[in-house]
């Protein structure tokens, strides 16, 4: 049974590109696609008349032109397509339940505007289970970044904090046969911000510079292992991370970040780097959730 990627599409450029994306994606990891409209019927308490059979059949309508528009576009993918009866945020979560990715689509340049309306987008990219990638449109199509460029990947912590974050951006850079750029950004820590077991491990490496190096080779070295065709590129950079990563991301294929799950903190939240990346990188942003 091959790996399933679940794409969310609502009729709009954005979606439609979103779509365009995840198809390509797809191919290239030989999966497959599963397209989802999500159309809540909801009787509201207003005085006129809504006709459930006209709304039905235009939902129908925006998943069989996204369907079709798709199997045009890419002949051999494998492709299922579902209207779901409930709202955005649920219907996408439980159908990227046990897939290997969401996919959904972002307006321009700017702020992230949310995923269909509001803050879908950024509710499904703080609370999914799976990575979920972020496309930007212009005109109705994917805005990629450069065709030859790098894949990004921001790592944070140690190496089983990072692994999540780092195997999907290895596969990633595998598929697309991409080089890949590890970047790690470090700042001078507080009084308080490292452990004396870090600063004295520091001091005999030379120096902060040096012990972040250290860090990331270390959280690297498996995955260098099991994808030798992988291009590696190392960057240690003094900065704040989402600084950082945008600065070394403006002509990257796609930006990977983690998104910390913390079981103990009520509510989903997306994490300080994956949120101002998402809301100013100009190439696909995905967001691996990690423990």
């Known amino acids: 049974m091959k790996r399933t990627l679940v794409v969310g599409v609502d009729g709009s450029p954005e979606s439609r590109a979103a779509a365009d994306w995840a198809a390509q994606e797809a191919a290239r ?11 809540p019927w909801q009787p509201l308490a207003v005085p006129f008349v809504q ?18 528009e798709l199997r045009r576009r890419h002949p051999r993918l494998s492709l299922t397509a579902e209207v779901v009866p409930d709202g955005p945020v649920p219907a996408l979560l439980r ?5 290997e990715m969401l996919v959904l ?4 340049h700017g702020a992230l505007a949310g995923f269909l309306l509001g803050s879908y987008g950024q509710q499904l990219i703080a609370a999914a ?3 979920v990638v972020s496309v930007r449109a212009r005109h109705g199509m994917p805005v ?15 190496v089983e904090e990072s692994a999540d974050v780092l195997r999907f951006a290895f596969e990633t850079a595998a598929a697309r046969r991409a080089p890949l750029r590890a970047v790690r950004a470090w700042s001078l820590p507080p009084v308080y911000g490292y452990s004396p077991g870090s600063m004295w491990i520091a001091d005999q490496l030379g120096g902060l510079e040096p012990y972040e190096k250290a860090a990331l080779e270390q959280a690297l070295e498996p995955w260098r292992t099991r994808h030798p065709e992988v291009d ?3 960057h240690v950079e003094q900065g704040s991370a989402g600084h950082v990563l945008l600065s070394v991301a403006s002509d990257a294929q796609l930006l990977v970040v983690g998104r910390q799950i913390r079981e103990s903190t009520p509510g989903a939240r997306t994490g300080s780097v994956a ?16 423990h």
């Not at 990891?29 to 159309?39: E, F, K, L, T």
């Not at 006709?51 to 079709?68: G, K, P």
């Not at 159908?95 to 897939?99: G, I, M, T, V």
């Open 29 to 39: 990891r030989d999966m497959h696609v599963h397209v989802v409209h999500a159309w």
């Open 129 to 131: 289970e799976c990575p």
């Open 144 to 158: 990629p970044g450069s065709a030859e460029g790098e894949v990004v990947v921001g790592q944070q912590g140690g």
């Open 275 to 290: 949120h101002a990346v998402l809301h100013h990188s100009t190439c696909p942003v995905a967001v691996v959730p990690h």
């Open 232 to 234: 590696v590129v190392a």
């Open 95 to 99: 159908a990227a339940k046990d897939a």
């Open 51 to 68: 006709d459930r059979d006209v709304e039905a059949r235009r939902a129908q309508e925006i998943l069989e032109e996204s369907e079709a």
């Open 105 to 108: 689509g972002t307006r321009g």
